[in-house]
């Protein structure tokens, strides 16, 4: 079975690029989504491990995507990343209810790390690990 799939709710093509290959390394593949809307779409009907997002985007959007009232059953880890080193910024994204809060450009350890993290918590990774272990 495939493990589970990483959303990116991005425009920008210089951030595509660079989750794609940091999620590569994480042995996961990437979707896409260019806009809050399209990632509820997808989110709606497709299994999504986690999803990564802007710091730059509204915060509305942010607290939308980490509440997901629409998908009460099976909440996806939404994880916030940043050009900001900033323990302020971290603190008020977690409290808001992000799962975690990474810096950019993704990779690393660290960023391996959170990625293992949200696959446990998530129920799409609880099913690939499920099917794996079958």
């Known amino acids: 079975m495939a493990m589970p799939n990483v959303m990116l709710v991005s425009d920008?093509?210089?951030?595509?690029?660079?989750?794609?290959?940091?999620?590569?390394e994480?042995?996961?593949?990437?979707v896409l989504a260019a806009s809050p809307y399209e990632a509820e779409s997808v989110l709606r009907r497709s299994p999504i491990a986690m999803?990564?997002?802007?710091?730059?985007?509204?915060?509305?959007t942010i607290e939308e995507l980490i509440d997901?009232?629409?998908?009460p059953n099976a909440k996806v880890p939404v994880i916030v990343f940043s050009r900001l080193d900033d323990w302020e910024r971290y603190l008020k994204f977690?409290?808001?209810?992000?799962?975690d809060y990474v810096l950019y450009p993704p990779g690393?350890?660290?960023?391996?790390?959170?990625?293992?993290?949200?696959?446990?918590?998530?129920?799409?990774?609880?099913?690939?690990?499920?099917?794996?272990?079958?």
């Open 108 to 134: 690393g350890r660290e960023f391996q790390r959170v990625v293992r993290q949200a696959l446990i918590h998530s129920d799409a990774g609880k099913r690939a690990q499920a099917a794996t272990a079958a």
């Open 68 to 71: 997901q009232e629409w998908r």
């Open 26 to 30: 994480c042995g996961l593949s990437l």
């Open 12 to 24: 920008r093509l210089d951030v595509q690029q660079a989750f794609a290959c940091a999620v590569a």
């Open 51 to 60: 999803v990564f997002c802007s710091d730059e985007m509204p915060k509305d």
């Open 94 to 99: 977690l409290r808001a209810g992000a799962f």
